[in-house]
């Protein structure tokens, strides 16, 4: 059985500059720059400044910027402060975004992989 590949920004430790990785990332502390991936999970406490670009983007924490992938998922009392892209949108009471949502069904797995 393969393990997936799964990257993990711990809690307290702050990344400064873009962040690229062909597997998963699971955020606990901060990324300020643009952050590509499969998939990302941004947990409670954590929070993100710069674009996203992913397949699967799942926000329990903050986002400060762009989000453009399949499936995105807002969790109670997460923020976005950005415009969203996805074909798969999901958001639960207590949530807030600060910007525009583009629910577009074409595309948007292949701008996400390039941008």
Known sequence: MTTPNVSIINEGLQIKGNLSTP???????????????????????????GNIAAEEVIVFGKVVGNIRADVV??????????????SNFSVEEGAELEGSLSINPKDVTQSASSS
């Open 73 to 86: 998922s807002l969790k109670a009392g997460s923020h976005v402060m950005g415009n969203i892209t996805s």
């Open 23 to 49: 597997g998963s990332l699971k955020v606990l502390g901060g990324i300020a720059g643009h952050t590509k991936c499969n998939d990302i999970i941004v947990a409670v406490m954590a929070i993100i400044k």
